[in-house]
């Protein structure tokens, strides 16, 4: 068993920690006050060839592995939470799962555009993405021949209003009954679709949320992402690669609070040393460190074994549950260990709790993993 990276994923990770470092860290308290989320960041992700990252080099992507994925989150994560969930965004609710399951002719037309970067990707799932299958569905799609209307509204469209194309889930209906769930990728810039106005989040903020409503949007079959024989295996894929990246996220965030916290506490004095080596002090770093690197592990062995077309949906949900819970709890020691500053804005520490807790709760499903790991335990 080798736990070691590859050159290449090392290098990776490099060159993303100096990007988030150097362009991403700066504006972050800006952008969470304000609740902004900046297009040309995201330009910027692509020019590094990370909007793309688990596609094919056929389709424009960067022809890399979920592991390499998880390692950029990660590192994004470690500065801004909300950056690193745009991309997630994009990359798990969008783009993977069209190369994954859309039809050759919607891949060759999108897949470009959306894995250079040119177009940016969301989603507007709701249960579907948490391993449900359909009665949870917000949308509702009414097929008449080869063209399926879409009517409702979704709450929480991740990229909202900022994405070009939206990968949206809806509860069939042949007119008689329903049938399925069906998952389908919309223009956003197509008629009867709009955007609510902008969700306003405990943490997160910057990363765009808002309602989706279809008002008998019309998709052909073209844009249908699956089909009625494998869409439980595309529930549970989303579901899988979900986790994964908010693992990821969760790590990237409880190291940045471990390093914020360890740094100020080699800086602050008491008694005439560094409150490092208090040992009230020492003993929270060291078990935020431990913790901090289990999460690490278990994060990259889930997207290990989705690499190897293992299955991982039990290691994925473990890691999702360790992960979130290590960055609220790294997050919480972190604001103790700055005392009285750690609830200054300015200090950030704050913000790595708020995003912490959103990556934990995902938005009221926090008790989620729990059960998938139970289910799964029980198969």
């Known amino acids: 068993m080798q736990f070691g990276l590859t050159e290449e994923q090392e290098l990776t990770r490099e060159v993303v920690r100096d990007f988030a470092e150097q ?50 989150l990660e590192e994004l994560a470690r500065v801004c939470s909300s950056t690193a969930a745009a991309l997630a965004a994009h990359t798990a609710y969008c783009v993977w ?17 959306l894995a250079g970067g040119a177009k940016l990707g969301g989603c507007a799932l709701h249960a579907a993405h948490a391993g ?3 009665a ?42 329903k049938t399925g769930v069906q998952f389908f990728l919309v223009d956003t810039a197509g008629p009867l679709i709009e955007v609510g106005e902008p969700e306003r989040k405990l943490g997160l903020r910057s990363f765009a949320t808002a309602p989706l409503i279809l008002r008998g949007y019309e998709a052909t079959g073209l844009a249908q992402i699956g089909n009625e024989s494998n869409v439980k295996e595309l529930v549970e894929a989303i579901a899988d690669i979900g986790q994964i990246s908010a693992a990821a996220m969760a790590v990237g965030a409880a190291q940045g609070a471990l390093e914020a916290a360890a740094g100020y506490a080699k800086e602050r004095k008491q008694f005439g040393k560094p409150i490092a080596r208090q040992q009230g002090i020492a003993f929270k770093l060291a078990d935020m460190s431990a913790r901090i690197d289990a999460s690490r592990l278990l994060a990259y062995q889930a997207a290990w074994l989705m690499d190897e077309g293992k299955s991982c949906g039990k290691e994925a ?14 997050g919480i020691e972190a604001v103790q260990i700055f ?41």
């Open 97 to 113: 799962p069209l190369q994954r399951f859309g039809g050759e002719e919607l891949r060759r037309m999108l897949l470009p555009e």
């Open 136 to 177: 949870a569905a917000c949308l509702r799609s009414l097929q008449s021949g080869t063209v399926y209307r879409l009517i409702g509204t979704q709450p929480s469209a991740m990229n909202a209003p900022q994405a070009d194309y939206m990968l949206v889930a809806a509860q069939g209906h042949d007119g008689r009954s």
């Open 23 to 72: 362009a991403v860290a700066a504006g972050a308290g800006s952008r969470d006050e304000e609740g902004r989320f900046r297009r040309e960041l995201f330009a910027q992700l692509a020019q590094l060839g990370l909007a793309g990252i688990p596609v094919s080099e056929k389709y424009g992507g960067a022809g890399s592995d979920l592991l390499t994925y998880a390692i950029v």
């Open 132 to 134: 449900q299958t359909g």
């Open 317 to 330: 949900a473990m890691a999702r549950k360790y992960a979130a819970e290590t960055a609220v709890a790294a």
């Open 339 to 379: 005392g009285g500053s750690g609830y200054m804005r300015e200090f950030r520490m704050e913000r790595f709790l708020r995003d912490a807790k959103c990556l934990e709760s995902d938005f009221g499903t926090g008790g989620l993993n729990s059960d998938m790991i139970l289910r799964i335990l029980a198969e």
